[in-house]
């Protein structure tokens, strides 16, 4: 006799027979380059025990009406497809947005699956190169900036707290100091003030720098042109180089050889006063525990201004609307609950701004 024959284990699973659900949100993904048609693909499963045919779909962005979609064909019991909708999504704020998908049976036997959540953060791209060998960009002069900046961590410098202030409608010099020859030079302006680079807010178009030349400490003057209709204020100014080929029309992608470096332009009028403000500076104190002080005096602004905090992947943290009391505007905030880096406060309406950059300790 043979006891170890005698029995048989068999795992059975029940199946409901209408069980459908999504698994898994594929695309689009957190980064820099989200714009406004991206595709969202997610992943669906049958849990069922039957297949199902001719069923609905919807998704749901940052709060929005839902827009749904039937898939047509067969999903047989336990399998997943990939679906893409054919109408895509608008990404391309910077910030979280968020994003829910769901799936829609008669008679559905577990809800509990039928839906999946996700966040998809856009933020500012901080770009690298390899600027060791002299590539990149050592020395930055424009208007009032005189940066020796020499080789930047990975390629990129942060110089957001120097300025350049530049008239409207005006063609300013650009000169530029590098430590290699072949660099193509571009620069944008963030006009619009949405914290990205855009194609329309190019200012130098892939000037060249030493052209066919290799190693040794070449100085160019280059035109950097102001539109006249530019909006008036401060806003984010980012220069970028590469080596023997032109600089990406995006900001946001990493080279092999060169260097990104962001600073702020200042637009103003050929009086050299700036739309519905008389000259001045947005001052920021730091008090103490990260908490830190705003003062703007503008004797000809009467009408109520907006500041924003925002930390470098565009997030805001603080947004809040300013009274003019007696000639100035004056707000405290505390920064003791965000991370230790780097943010950017804005001050401002929709014609005109102020940027300044503050550091979390």
Known sequence: MDPANDTVISMVTHLHPNDIGISGINSPVSGSN???NESIEVT??????????????SYTLDGGDPVTEQISGTLNSTESMTYTFVTTGDFSALGDHELSVTTSLPDDSDPSNDEIAATITKFICLPTANCSLGDGIQEFQLAEIDNNSGCDPD????YLDLTATMLQG??????????YGSQYVKVWIDF?????????????????IADGQGGGSYTETMPLEIPADALLGEHMMRAKTNWNSTVP?????STTYGETEDYTANIV?????????VPNEMNISYLENNHFAVSFKALNQ???????????LGHTLIENRILNVNGKYVYDFDMSYAKPGVYIVRLGSSSFGKVKRIVVK
């Open 34 to 36: 989200l714009g406004t």
């Open 44 to 57: 669906i499963e049958n849990f069922g025990g039957d297949p199902q045919t001719d069923f609905d779909v």
């Open 155 to 158: 390629g990129y410098g942060n």
């Open 170 to 179: 005006s063609t300013n010099d650009l000169t530029i100091t590098t430590g």
């Open 192 to 208: 619009n003030d949405d914290f990205a680079f855009e194609t329309d807010e190019i200012v130098v178009n892939d000037y060249v």
């Open 249 to 253: 029309n995006d900001p946001c992608e």
């Open 269 to 277: 009028l050929e009086t050299g006063i700036t739309q519905n403000f």
């Open 302 to 312: 009467t009408e109520p201004l907006t500041i924003s905090v925002h930390n470098m």
